[in-house]
């Protein structure tokens, strides 16, 4: 059954130019996360009728996340859907997921972005660390690295994260995946359009490396 009561919610960080846009078009309730910005993403997140908490500084997409994961279990949210503050993601296709969840029985549901259409890099990147996180979860994970996804309550409740960056998206599959909750995958459509990307090549791939090597021991 589809849970009834979903928050929306979208991590921002100098997210000011296409918050508005993408905030009107997601189903209330909307909880935006600014993690730090030092634009106007805070004052567009309250212009658009958002709900709003704010880090004081910059902590990562994955402290942006758990705020909100917080947030959703205090306020006893059955569920929620997680989804960029840069309009690569079409907030139309929310349904999609509800709907993959319901008919497959799964608990989180990734969306599955073409391939075809990613920057280069991004896509080497994206099949290596599936592959890697299909291995370690035990399922098909198609597309690791999106950030547009559902997520049942019942995980937020029994998972615990620890991570704060980008790796805490992987973390949450692997852990999802131990405590026996079954994730699938829904196709999308993703808009490139030339937005500057956060990630650091480096760092978050050597952050991702940690990860995984420290999750053979849990």
């Not at 608990?107 to 259409?117: A, I, M, N």
Request: with cysteine; hydrophobic share 45%.
């Amino acid at each position: 059954m589809q849970p009834q009561r979903i928050l929306t919610i979208i991590p921002a960080y100098q997210a000011a130019p296409t918050l508005a846009r993408v905030a009107a078009a997601c189903p209330a309730p909307v909880l935006v996360v600014d993690d730090g910005s030092t634009d106007d993403t805070g004052a567009v997140a309250r212009a658009a009728g958002c709900e709003l908490i704010s880090h004081p500084i910059n902590r990562g997409k994955g402290a942006a996340l758990r705020t909100a994961f917080a947030h959703a279990i205090a306020v006893g949210f059955d569920g929620v859907i997680t989804l960029d503050a840069d309009g690569q993601h079409d907030p139309a296709q929310i349904p999609l997921f509800h709907d993959a969840a319901a008919v497959g029985d799964y608990d989180l549901v990734v969306g599955e972005r073409p391939r075809k259409g990613m920057p280069a890099k991004r896509r080497t990147s994206n099949t290596l660390t599936s592959l890697i996180l299909s291995w370690r979860t035990g399922q098909c994970i198609e597309d690791s690295q999106c950030g547009f996804r559902f997520i049942r309550g019942e995980i937020l409740r029994a998972v615990e994260l620890s991570t704060v960056e980008f790796q805490c998206e992987s973390e949450l599959l692997i852990r999802a995946a131990r405590a026996g909750f079954r994730i699938g995958s829904v196709p999308i459509r993703t808009i490139y359009a030339g937005e500057r990307s956060h990630i650091r090549d480096v760092r978050d791939t050597w952050n991702f490396v940690r990860l995984v090597t420290q999750s053979l021991f849990w």
